[in-house]
């Protein structure tokens, strides 16, 4: 079954940098569209990267410019790389694989994702 499993959470000044990761088992890796989601207390759960089997990525503009995702197909590992980060960056950070296949039909709306991990959590202090 789809195991997904998430690392790299902390806490950071803003302006500082963190990477999660995400190792993925269970699947073909590189067929599915993957994705970053994160939910503060209170809010709604928001996507903010996408990675299709091509390397196509897409960002929220919340994140643009800021956060970076990629994955290793050898190492079946997922990763985000967030810089600049900013208070409101705050969260649990959540990894999901989507249910499309090769492009990433569904974009950042959680509803087209059917396995996640647990979570690791960002903290960023001003």
């Known amino acids: 079954q789809v195991q997904l499993v998430e690392s790299g959470g902390g806490s950071v000044q803003a302006g500082g940098a963190l990477r999660l990761s995400c190792a993925a088992s269970?699947?073909?890796?590189?067929?599915?569209?993957m994705g970053w989601f994160r939910q503060a207390p209170g809010k709604e759960r928001e996507g903010i990267a996408t990675i299709g089997s091509f390397d196509r990525t897409k960002y929220a503009d919340s994140v643009k410019d800021r956060f970076t995702i990629s994955k290793d197909v050898n190492k079946t590992t997922l990763y985000l790389q967030m810089n600049s980060l900013e208070p409101e960056d705050t969260a649990m950070y959540f990894c999901a694989r989507s249910r499309a296949i090769y492009v990433c039909t569904s974009g950042l709306e959680a509803f087209g994702y059917d396995g996640w991990g647990q979570g690791t959590q960002v903290t960023v202090s001003s």
């Open positions: 269970g699947y073909s890796f590189n067929k599915y569209c």
